[in-house]
């Protein structure tokens, strides 16, 4: 299986558990590794027959700012979810962090697989 990276995006969105979190934007920074096949992708030079990375992007942006989530681990979830029904995608590992979370560590988050890694 080949993959697809995105690496650190970042995202803008209402999440947290205390109400001042609930109240202001917060960064966060996503990397995925997503499952495809690019061979005739890249045989052809076709976008059309790979994942487009951009299209990502812009769609998980789209969803953080249409959102807001208490839990990392809920927002994780449903962006996986999300991936895989409306790109199709088969497996991926997607990392959310939430830099400042706690104040001696860089960043606070998630890492989750979802799907079937076919190698």
Same mark, same amino acid.
């Given at each position: 299986?080949?993959?697809?990276?995105?690496? +650190?995006l970042?995202? #803008?969105? %209402?999440?947290?558990?205390? &109400?001042?979190?609930?109240r202001?934007?917060q960064?966060?920074?996503?990397s995925?590794?997503?499952?495809?096949?690019i061979a005739?992708a890249?045989?052809?030079?076709d976008l059309?027959?790979t994942l487009?990375?951009?299209?990502?992007?812009?769609?998980?942006q789209?969803y953080?700012? +249409?959102?807001?989530? #208490?839990? %990392?681990?809920?927002?994780? &979830?449903?962006?996986?979810?999300l991936l895989q029904?409306?790109f199709?995608?088969?497996?991926?590992r997607?990392?959310?962090?939430?830099?400042g979370?706690?104040?001696d560590?860089?960043f606070?988050?998630?890492?989750i697989?979802r799907?079937e890694?076919?190698?």
């Open positions: 299986m080949d993959m697809v990276l995105i690496e +650190e970042a995202l #803008e969105a %209402v999440i947290g558990v205390y &109400e001042w979190e609930k202001i934007h960064r966060l920074l996503l995925l590794e997503l499952g495809c096949d005739q890249a045989r052809n030079d059309s027959a487009d990375y951009a299209a990502i992007s812009q769609r998980l789209a953080c700012s +249409e959102h807001r989530f #208490e839990l %990392v681990e809920t927002f994780a &979830e449903r962006m996986a979810s029904e409306e199709g995608i088969a497996w991926l997607l990392t959310l962090k939430k830099p979370a706690v104040a560590a860089a606070v988050g998630v890492r697989e799907g890694y076919r190698s």
